[in-house]
């Protein structure tokens, strides 16, 4: 058994992307990033669970979206990677949801999602007085949205809205006051019944 070693404040790791349908060989990239980044991505996966944490560093391979990681494994010690989780945030189901830090927003339940950033929705298309996200956030808040969660790979609170029908079609008309056609056509064309909202702290 290996013996435990401290946490170091960066990790040397192997880059690859483990991207659905490629074939074709991918480069490696090598770059030094730091711990506490590396464990945010385990997060993402394990949660705040210690065990599994160490498990992961030892073991030395993680794979976190399209990105595979790979380090040289080590045993670390239990209490510093409880140190460490302590720093991160812990989910907080009191915490209303608020659309002013409200910065993405998932429609779900048609065949695929449609993922909206604050940032895109906001502005507003021509002839249009009030923006696409801005008819969201008044939809979502006439009765608020459920807590889902802490995301840490979105840094935010995650909720949950169940939308009627005709609040699905108010969000769908919305949708015509989008500057980007793309983002348009997708919330015309996917039968949505549910939005995933993250807010940041």
């Given at each position: 058994m290996k013996s435990t070693v401290p946490l170091p404040q960066t990790i040397r790791v192997k880059l690859s992307s483990e991207a659905a349908g490629s074939i074709s060989i991918t480069p490696v990239v090598v770059q030094e990033i730091p711990l506490r980044e590396l464990v945010e991505h385990m997060l993402g996966i394990t949660g705040k669970d210690e065990p599994r944490v160490r498990e992961i560093l030892l073991r030395g391979t993680l794979v976190s979206g399209a990105s595979r990681f790979r380090w040289?494994?080590?045993?670390?010690?239990?209490?510093?990677?409880g140190e460490l989780l302590a720093t991160f945030p812990d989910p907080d189901p009191?915490?209303?949801?608020?659309?002013?830090?409200?910065v993405r927003a998932i429609l779900r339940g048609g065949r695929q999602a449609v993922e909206i950033p604050r940032e895109a929705a906001a502005r507003r298309g021509?002839?249009?007085?009030?923006?696409?996200?801005?008819r969201l956030m008044e939809v979502v808040g006439v009765?608020?949205?459920?807590?889902?969660?802490?995301?840490?790979?979105?840094?935010?609170?995650?909720?949950?809205?169940?939308?009627?029908?005709?609040?699905?079609?108010?969000?769908?008309?919305?949708?015509?006051?989008?500057?980007?056609?793309?983002?348009?056509d997708q919330i015309r064309g996917v039968g949505f019944a549910q939005a995933e909202l993250y807010v940041e702290r």
């Amino acid at each position: 058994m290996k013996s435990t070693v401290p946490l170091p404040q960066t990790i040397r790791v192997k880059l690859s992307s483990e991207a659905a349908g490629s074939i074709s060989i991918t480069p490696v990239v090598v770059q030094e990033i730091p711990l506490r980044e590396l464990v945010e991505h385990m997060l993402g996966i394990t949660g705040k669970d210690e065990p599994r944490v160490r498990e992961i560093l030892l073991r030395g391979t993680l794979v976190s979206g399209a990105s595979r990681f790979r380090w040289a494994g080590w045993q670390p010690d239990a209490a510093d990677v409880g140190e460490l989780l302590a720093t991160f945030p812990d989910p907080d189901p009191s915490r209303p949801f608020a659309a002013a830090r409200c910065v993405r927003a998932i429609l779900r339940g048609g065949r695929q999602a449609v993922e909206i950033p604050r940032e895109a929705a906001a502005r507003r298309g021509l002839f249009h007085g009030a923006s696409f996200w801005d008819r969201l956030m008044e939809v979502v808040g006439v009765s608020g949205a459920a807590y889902a969660g802490y995301s840490y790979r979105h840094r935010a609170d995650r909720y949950l809205r169940e939308f009627t029908r005709e609040e699905a079609e108010r969000v769908r008309a919305a949708g015509a006051g989008l500057r980007y056609t793309t983002l348009r056509d997708q919330i015309r064309g996917v039968g949505f019944a549910q939005a995933e909202l993250y807010v940041e702290r």
